[in-house]
């Protein structure tokens, strides 16, 4: 069976305005009831969890909850300082899951499709562990102190991390444990399970995935709807 933690806790500091960017409306709903949705549209998907940030239950049960019938919905739960954090209290709910997996994925990333959800859980089930990515357009540079270059990277081998991260309840479960046990904070999941030596799959992710982070953003997303002919 699958199920989705989808963290949604963190406060949007860098898109700064005075609502937290998860609840901002898109179109004609909030951010994150855009994504919850991706997941209630994917029939292989159970249950969904949802991680708040603890100062916005109010406006998540009255802007979110209240207005829009879910009906994989279980529960949500307080996240921690750390998306890291958020994750794993999210997790915690599907402790008694082991044997199944766990789609994880950001609250503002909205524009998830049916099919990358599909393309993570055939992989997984192989893999135990998939990461959501994109092939780097740019070429890289490498620079140790970000004044001068010491190389180019390979851009054909760089790949550009996204979520959903998907990954069998025991094993990230064991690999979050593990990078608290040693102050690992990680940027993603998938770097947590890479820890452990385990390998992770490439699942290609989209282009439109992406994650809502600064204004602009913003303008990327209306991009994305037009693009899709939402409006
Ligand atoms: N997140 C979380 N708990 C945290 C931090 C982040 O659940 N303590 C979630 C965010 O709500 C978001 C996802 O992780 O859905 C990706 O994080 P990011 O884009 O960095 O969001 P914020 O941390 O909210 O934004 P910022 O870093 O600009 O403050
Ligand atoms: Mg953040």
Redesign the pocket.
Known sequence: MFFAV??????????NVAV???YLPLLDKPIIAHTIEAFERSPLIQEIVV?I?PDHEDIFVKRVLEQFCFKKFRKYVF?????Q???YRGLEVLRERKKDFVFIH????PFVTESIIERCAERVQETEAVCCAIPCVDTVKFSEDGNTIEKTLDRRKIWRAQTPQVFRVSLILEAMEKAFQDGFYGTDDSSLVERLGKKVALVLGAENNI???TPFDFIRAEEILRWEKRI
């Open positions: 989808i963290v949604a806790a963190g406060k949007g500091e860098r898109m937290p960017k998860q991680v940030h996240g921690g300082d750390t998306r954090e958020s994750v950001d609250g503002v990333r994650k809502i982070t």
